[in-house]
């Protein structure tokens, strides 16, 4: 698709690309195994430049039970948006394409909870970025403006060198422009300008806009800046970090002062506090449960103090415990106190300060990170354990750790019965909804519950000034393990985390791993030219699996892996098309159920890192003192680069009426996204409301419709744009419902 917007639209009309958009997968329920031949009556609504359209299509899935639904795409290259008129990005139409899908064979059907789209937007062939030297300006004073243009080739970014113009235009915040010039852009793609910020017009935000062209190709972008008649804050006020974690219970105080900018101190300063709770989780958990790190705020104290003599005051406060939101026992139980203070200057402004400080049960927390998401039967596991305070600071001494290998207990299914309910949620966790593939919780929460087997292993760590520890056991056999950590914590009692880890047998092999959804990746990053593998399938699948290799929101290879293993490894050649990252999904189906699982492995752009050291420098100077910092810049290789350097500074102060808008280019080569959620047909239907008699009526009149002759839904006659999953209601479910009784 790129490759066609830069070689065939210049100076064209919009032109179509006929492309795959849809995959479809007909499978047998009970056994996993492809459903060839099976038929597929899909209702498609494309919407493109050329307009909208509905059709209606009918495919049919090959030998393997796959079967492709294409879509035209339509490529558009506008003239370029005025600046003056708006336009402050690129520019419009792509495609987007909605598909709900009918599949049958042999008196069997299968249909979706909901219709399901795909999209696509061109890219702008051409990249913008834009900076000025501070984030706010009085009347008159000089802003000064930096631009950057890249140009999107299918090989990668390049920068629009000399020979080329760009076009800036500065708007007041009424949108009327005050300056409209062109800028010849230099060899690095780059060119720069200053601006008089006017005089005797509009105080607010201003914009300037900057929009670069390589013949029909073009992209442009915005800076905001501010002008105002604004005085300089004339103090700051800050707030002590806390030196120890705090205890649940025990009296705590937190500490601030109010000092002027040239430090001294600000005395009998009025000073306003509120403090509110929340849980929080450290980042090394979030994963376990899909989650943010905190969650339950809650205000627990306010108040107005004044500064001492020295501009210094204290809030007491006793930390308790803030309910609790997880259910897992294996997080650390933390609470996160978030102080807010604020005081006024002389001029009425509010200068204001946060601070946060964090209590638990226990002092420290563990950290524990297997080297390899798995290990060989012939390797040695080596896990990096980490101890900090619950103020992520390292904490140095001793633990003692225990391996286990899991007992053989039967796998519980993420949805369905392990609810014992016959909902879609598994124990809390909602792994899909609708039969739209969700989050799928990671081994330490599939395996939780798991008692632990034959102990293989234990022994004693030391933790360095880093607060690391290297703990090395095994060879093991192929299976699933579980290590604990423990160690004394300073406020009392003991301080524990476990992990999972995983040994796999070889490529091909099975591997004894009892849970419901398992997909490790050996590492986390690799090379153009190695070979990734994974670890993947699941205990109550067929060990038929389907597996899709995308590169970032682009699927480039499907294969099936039918070893006749629940769990095993699989191998991926890297190679070009990878850079950046790629993602690699699989499903599989039993028993009128879907399993599936995803892992993304990071492919960097080595060849595109520049390493920037800023040295010598001074970080106290003297009012009017000069003095020069050094920039180096070397590439990937490590030698010098010749390079384009932009530095700027400005005063702290000033972000008190607006942030600094730090431009970085890192998204030029930026990670790879992954695919969007599947979707499957196992769902629950649902009812929303139902009339006067409550359930008891609705099952009387279940009863009495199951007792009557019923026609089963034939296809094509009972698809018609209402029963449509985008525009029924009800679709499928609805008109049996209707037809039955139980609607009335």
């Known amino acids: 698709h790129l490759a066609a917007v830069l070689d065939t639209l210049p100076g064209k009309a919009a032109q179509s690309v006929q492309d795959d958009a849809f995959r479809f997968y007909v499978r047998d329920a009970g056994t996993g195994r492809p459903v060839g031949g099976a038929g597929i009556d899909v209702f498609k609504n494309t ?61 069997a059907w299968a249909y979706w909870g909901s219709s399901k789209y795909s999209s696509w937007t061109p890219p702008a062939p051409v990249q913008v970025y834009v900076e000025t030297d501070r984030p706010i300006y009085r009347p008159g004073q000089e802003i000064q403006v930096k631009a950057v243009a890249f140009k999107r080739t299918p090989d990668g970014y390049r920068t629009l060198g000399k020979g080329r113009s760009a076009r800036l235009v500065a708007k007041d915040p009424n949108n009327e422009v005050f300056l409209d010039e062109s800028l010849d852009l230099g060899e690095f793609g780059s060119a720069s300008t200053k601006i008089t910020a006017p005089k005797g017009k509009l ?100 108040g107005k103090i004044e500064t001492d003599a020295d501009g210094k005051f204290e809030i007491p406060i006793v930390p308790e415990p803030p309910p609790s939101l997880w259910g897992l026992t294996d997080v650390p139980d933390i609470a996160e106190f978030v102080v807010a203070v604020n005081a006024r200057d002389s001029g009425g402004r509010t200068i204001s300060g946060t601070e946060w400080y964090r209590a638990g049960k226990q002092s420290l927390y563990f950290t524990m990170q297997p080297s390899k998401g798995f290990f060989g039967a012939s390797e040695k596991v080596t896990v990096e354990a980490g101890l900090s305070t619950i103020n992520e600071t390292p904490a140095s001494g001793k633990s003692s750790f225990e391996v286990w290998r899991l007992a053989d207990e039967p796998a519980k299914p993420l949805r369905g019965e392990a609810a014992g309910d016959g909902t879609e949620f598994a124990g809390g966790w909602g792994a899909d ?35 690391k520890a290297v703990i090395e056991a095994g060879p093991f056999e192929p299976g699933a393990y579980r290590m604990r950590i423990e160690a004394d914590d300073p406020l009392g009692g003991k301080v524990e985390q476990t992990r999972i880890f995983t040994v796999a047998a070889g490529a091909g092999e099975g591997t004894p791993i009892r849970a419901a959804s398992v997909m490790l990746p050996e590492r986390e990053s690799y090379e153009v030219g190695e070979t990734a593998r994974f670890l993947m399938g699941s205990a109550i699948a067929s060990a038929f699996y389907d597996v899709e290799i995308w590169t970032g929101e682009y699927m ?151 007792g009557k002759e019923w026609e089963p839904p034939k296809a094509p006659g009972l698809r018609t744009w209402e029963t449509w999953a985008g525009g029924r209601p009800g679709g499928i479910m609805g008109m049996f419902m209707t037809k039955s009784g139980i609607r009335d």
Not at 53 to 77: C, H, P, S, Y
Not at 231 to 260: N, R
Not at 441 to 466: C, I, M, T
Request: aromatic residues 12%; negative net charge.
């Open 47 to 107: 919407s493109n430049a050329n307009g909208y359209k509905n059709e209606r299509e009918q495919i049919a899935a090959d030998e393997g039970g796959v079967a492709l639904l294409g879509a035209e795409f339509t490529l558009t290259a506008p003239p370029p948006a005025d600046p003056k008129y708006g336009g402050y990005g690129y520019y419009g139409y792509g495609t987007s394409v909605t598909a709900d899908p009918l599949a049958g064979k042999d008196g």
């Open 556 to 706: 480039s290879a499907a294969r099936v892996v039918d070893a006749g293993k629940d769990v095993t490894v699989i191998e991926v050649p890297v190679d070009e098309r990878m850079k950046g990252g790629f993602t690699v999904r699989w499903f599989g189906v039993k028993g009128l159920d879907v399993v599936h699982n995803e892992a993304t492995v990071s492919v960097p752009w080595s060849e595109k890192r520049l390493a920037v050291a800023v040295e010598p420098f001074t970080d106290k100077l003297a009012p009017g003192e000069e003095a020069s910092w050094g920039v180096t810049v070397k590439d990937s290789t490590g030698k010098p680069a010749r390079a384009e350097v932009l530095a700027l500074m400005y005063d702290r102060a000033l972000e008190y009426y607006a942030g600094g808008a730090d431009v970085s280019m890192a998204g030029l080569w930026a990670a790879a996204g992954g695919p969007s959620g599947g979707t499957d047909s196992v769902f629950v239907p649902y009812m929303s409301s139902w009339e006067e008699g409550g359930i008891a009526s609705v099952i009387e009149k279940l009863k009495e419709a199951m």
């Open 433 to 467: 909804y609708g039969g739209n593939w969700g989050w799928v919780p990671p081994l330490d929460v599939q395996l939780e519950k798991v008692k632990n087997g034959e102990e293989v292993a234990h022994g004693e760590a030391k933790h360095d000034a880093e607060g």
């Open 203 to 302: 105080l607010g935000a201003y914009s300037i806009t900057v929009l670069c062209s390589d013949g029909p190709l073009w992209g442009q972008s915005t800076a905001s800046v501010r002008i105002e008649e604004y005085k300089q804050p004339e103090f700051e006020i800050t707030l002590e970090k806390a030196k120890d974690p705090w205890k649940y219970g025990s009296p705590a105080k937190i500490t601030g002062k109010v000092a002027y900018y040239f430090g001294g101190p600000v005395v009998d300063a009025a000073v306003e506090y509120r403090v509110t709770r929340q849980s929080w989780v450290p980042w090394y958990y979030r994963a376990w449960f899909a989650g943010g790190g905190s969650a339950g705020a809650d205000e627990v104290a306010y």
